[in-house]
T-cell receptor, first 116, second 111 residues
Framework: NAGVMQNPRHLVRRRGQEARLRCSPM?????VYWYRQLPEEGLKFMVY????????ESGMPKERFSAEFPKEGPSILRIQQVVRGDSAAYFC??????????????FGDGTRLSIL | SQKIEQNSEALNIQEGKTATLTCNYT??????LQWYRQDPGRGPVFLLL?????KEKRKERLKVTFDTTLKQSLFHITASQPADSATYLC??????????FGSGTRLQVQP
């Protein structure tokens, strides 16, 4: 299965620790998107990246959150000094071109982050 | 500000009937609109894309309409089956920024 791979599927952290979420896009896809989903709520856009560039980070909190998509390797969403409110499911999606032409996004099955 | 509204209440229908889900948007001029299906514990899966110059799109038992005057899209599943039970998300896109998703409508098809 060459779909979008996210790991870990479940991540438990204590308050103040760092969380690193990884996303490997579908083969051939150079556009990656990160979303956050709280229980019974919709997907909230966080950040849109293309290889080595951040295209749109308007949905990402200014502090503690960062994202990267290096030339080689997976995209990483990093949350520093986690707090209870960071508990959520984080989804990654990829596409082979950007949002301009309506290309569908292919999603991974998410990382469920729990903060103790 | 841009707003997307989907019926937050679950839609319960009998097997074999047609399910109709609504997506309304305001302060938006999307160039296209996408529909996704999400099952519990899984990521969304793309279903259909309809562009602003298209009134209707079909794929097997699925049909989507797009009314730019009413600022509304309707998503129909004909001859519904229990396996169609899921949450359905709409996502209008302008092409100039990342997609924004509605909060979804949960569909429950009773056998």
């Amino acid at each position: 299965n060459a779909g979008v791979m996210q790991n870990p599927r479940h991540l438990v952290r204590r308050r103040g620790q760092e969380a690193r979420l990884r996303c490997s896009p579908m083969k051939g896809h150079s556009h990656v998107y990160w979303y956050r989903q709280l229980p019974e709520e919709g997907l909230k856009f966080m950040v849109y990246l293309q290889k080595e560039n951040i295209i749109d980070e308007s949905g990402m909190p200014k502090e503690r959150f960062s994202a990267e998509f290096p030339k080689e390797g997976p995209s990483i969403l990093r949350i520093q000094q986690v707090v209870r409110g960071d508990s959520a499911a984080y989804f990654c999606a990829s596409s082979n071109t950007g949002t301009g032409d309506g290309q569908p996004q292919h999603f991974g099955d998410g990382t469920r982050l729990s903060i103790l | 500000s841009q707003k997307i509204e989907q019926n937050s209440e679950a839609l319960n229908i009998q097997e074999g009937k047609t399910a109709t889900l609504t997506c309304n948007y305001t302060n938006y001029s999307p160039a296209y609109l996408q529909w996704y299906r999400q099952d519990p514990g899984r990521g969304p899966v793309f279903l259909l894309l309809i562009r602003e110059n298209e009134k209707e799109k079909r794929k097997e038992r699925l049909k989507v309409t797009f009314d730019t005057t009413l600022k509304q899209s309707l998503f129909h599943i004909t001859a519904s089956q229990p396996a169609d039970s899921a949450t359905y998300l709409c996502a209008p896109g302008t092409g100039r920024r990342a997609l924004t998703f509605g909060s979804g409508t949960r569909l429950q098809v009773q056998p």
